[in-house]
């Protein structure tokens, strides 16, 4: 089911609420992301932006083969036309070649490169499939105020669902307005409830930007900036079941959810530009060059052009600030002074000797680096995502992917819990698996950032030195492969993933990414979990009758799992690998039964002799297990959902 939700012509009155399951605030490529991941599965949403519409500059350049894999299969097919894809690397000292790295060979993803499209290009095609879903972003919306819901004539929001989200796993101290005591005479929630009306957690006010009021109806044009002018805008109250944040490194939400945002600000001056290059310089290959502390670093886009970044040396000598908040913007934010080419060819005749010509710019933006990150993602029935959570030096091109993946990873669980098939707590899961990711490339990309600004001749002379020496060998390029690629991410440590008892060595880890090729399988669902089993011989069917209707001895034969399966349909489709499809099907019917001749698909799960592997939405390993393991799968299912425990 679809909801046409910022169709302007439905909106309500100022003067009363609309409700929504969750509200989106911010739609870049990660709210965007996480609206299609809620809109397709049938979750009433709301999307708004304070921008008047769609960014029309490129900002952040590299999708990457994790994303890719990720997203519907027409989305990335769409990406893919559009874009170019690189798959080797380059570094310099100067004029010498350091390091040639061909990463697309070692990139274990049927997208083996880095896909070069610009970021207005991606949400182009992220708010076209929105809009095939029937959801339109609301621009000119300020989030102005955040609140618990407090119902005058509803009744009161569940004890339950209160209890799930003021218990969450975060250690975020709220401020006073949006902490909330839980009623014991509260009254229970039903499963499914949320499908007709929502749980109501939160509200929102928003500022709306007005063009023309007509009767009860509010209008926006896209061309609408937002005012502070109350003759130029309205004001809207939402009532939502969850709020996320996904509006950016100024983000609105977690300054009224009043978080820190801890970290260091680079003390350097970083330039873009998106040019055409005069020279020998491949089309299908990254050049960086790095020299005395500066950077000139070449990124191919389609049409001919470069996006280039360079840096130089801070005139005062700091490197780092520290603090809490201090003047937070993007990783890459811009700074009063614009940049011009001819700065930007003298740092590029430095870095290179004089190789390369840049003309023809079509947007130049200087910028200095951030490198913070909020401690926890969720407070209560309130979320981050992407940069409003973390935010970092754009080394790496990991930012967009890792907002972005941050969004497929809430997605499902999101939408798991608004339909009433999971409990509240399942989104702990969220900050427990996404925030050590954050962490870690903050890590990283802060020290690759230093590695290249180092202006130390020893340190140069040694990395120099080193530097061919350690990126020829094979294992360095399959980690750097794994590293920029993010297909090396894995949810080991998460409490919602479980090894058997029985599991062994060669078998899929749990919270690892999928094998290779699993998502190209017809199988692999986008929507539900997928449970492949794969017995160790031909499994006992039944009679397809009525499982009513079978004998004690026929009940008894039939294995639990497949005596169960039937009910878990709504949230699992399981999958029975067979070497060859039986004449007669089990009862309850499995949704399907695979075909593997020649053992591949056993080989690729390391289950030869046997077991049972569940697969989440967003393509990485929930369970895994032998035979002997079928009571702890049942087990792992019944504490991740909510399912009825009927036993035929």
């Known amino acids: 089911m679809s909801f046409s939700l910022s169709s302007l012509d439905s909106l309500h009155d100022a003067a009363h609420a609309s409700t929504c399951d969750v509200l989106i605030v911010g739609a870049g490529p990660t709210g965007l992301t996480l609206a299609i991941e809620l809109a397709r599965r049938g979750i009433h949403i709301r999307i708004i932006d304070q921008a008047s519409g769609p960014s029309q500059h490129s900002k952040a350049l590299g999708v990457m083969a994790r994303t890719l894999e990720l997203l519907e299969p027409s989305v990335s097919a769409q990406m893919v036309e559009q874009g170019l894809p690189i798959r080797q690397a380059a570094l310099y000292s100067g004029t010498r070649q350091l390091a040639d790295i061909a990463f697309g060979e070692r990139i274990p993803s049927r997208f083996p490169f880095v896909l070069m499209l610009p970021q207005n290009e991606t949400e182009h095609i992220l708010l076209a499939r929105l809009a095939a879903l029937g959801v339109q972003v609301e621009y000119g919306c300020t989030l102005a105020d955040l609140e618990h819901y407090t119902p005058e004539k509803v ?17 975020v101290v709220l401020p006073p307005h949006l ?3 839980v009623s014991s005479n509260s009254a229970t929630t039903t499963a499914g409830a949320a499908k007709n009306a929502p749980v109501l957690r939160m509200t929102a006010t928003v500022n709306r930007v007005q063009s023309q009021l007509t009767g009860d109806h509010t209008r926006t044009t896209e061309s609408a900036t937002p005012s502070a002018d109350p003759l130029s805008t309205a004001q809207e109250r939402i009532h939502a079941g969850w709020i996320v944040g996904c509006d950016g490194a100024h983000s609105k939400v977690r300054h009224l959810l009043g978080m820190d945002f801890p970290g260091v600000s680079i003390m350097q001056d970083f330039a873009l530009a998106d040019v055409k290059v005069e020279g020998e310089i491949e089309q299908d290959r990254l050049h960086i060059h790095l020299h ?16 280039v970044i360079i840096a130089s040396p801070e005139r005062n000598n700091s490197q780092e600030s520290s603090s809490q908040e201090g003047k937070v913007g993007s990783a890459a934010e811009g700074t009063a002074r614009d940049i011009s080419l001819a700065e930007v060819q003298q740092i590029l005749d430095t870095c290179t000797g004089g190789q390369f010509r840049v003309y023809d710019p079509i947007w130049l933006t200087r910028f200095r680096i951030n490198q913070r990150k909020v401690d926890h993602y969720r407070a209560g029935a309130v979320m981050l995502a992407g940069d409003a959570a973390h935010i970092h030096s754009p080394l790496g091109g990991q930012g967009m992917n890792t907002g972005m993946q941050d969004a497929l990873n809430l997605g499902w669980k999101l939408a798991l819990v608004c339909s009433g098939r999971a409990d509240a707590s399942l989104l702990d899961s969220y900050n427990e698996e996404r925030e050590p990711v954050g962490r870690n490339l903050l890590r990283w990309t802060g020290w690759l950032t230093r590695l290249a600004l180092n202006r130390f001749p020893l340190f140069a002379a040694a990395r120099n030195t080193m530097a061919p020496l350690v990126s020829s060998r094979q294992i360095v390029q399959r980690l750097l492969a794994r590293a920029l690629s993010e297909t090396g991410i894995h949810y080991r440590h998460s409490e919602m993933v479980m090894q058997g008892d029985s599991w062994k060595h060669g078998m899929v880890v749990p919270g690892d990414r999928a094998p290779s090729g699993a998502a190209e399988l017809d199988w692999w669902s986008r929507e539900k979990h997928v449970l492949l089993v794969f017995p160790d011989s031909e499994p006992a069917l039944p009679r397809p009758e009525d499982p009513q209707q079978w004998d004690e001895d026929e009940r008894t034969r039939i294995p639990l799992l497949h005596r169960i399966a039937d009910s878990w349909r709504p949230v699992i489709n399981m999958v029975i690998v067979l070497p060859d499809l039986p ?7 499995p949704n399907m039964l695979l075909s593997d001749p020649n053992g591949e698909l056993r080989k690729l799960y390391g289950m030869e002799r046997g077991g049972y592997v569940a697969l989440r939405p967003d393509g990485y390993i929930g369970f895994a297990g032998g035979l002997p393991d079928e009571m702890e799968l049942i087990g792992w299912v019944y504490r991740q959902f909510r399912i009825p425990s009927q036993v035929q």
């Open 179 to 181: 902490r909330r005591p």
């Open 292 to 307: 005395q502390g500066q950077i000139a670093a070449f990124f191919p886009m389609r049409q001919g052009r470069h996006r």
């Open 155 to 171: 009744e009161a929001t569940s004890a339950a669902s209160a209890t799930a989200h003021a218990g969450s796993a975060s250690n």
């Open 583 to 589: 004449l007669m099907l089990p009862e309850p019917r």
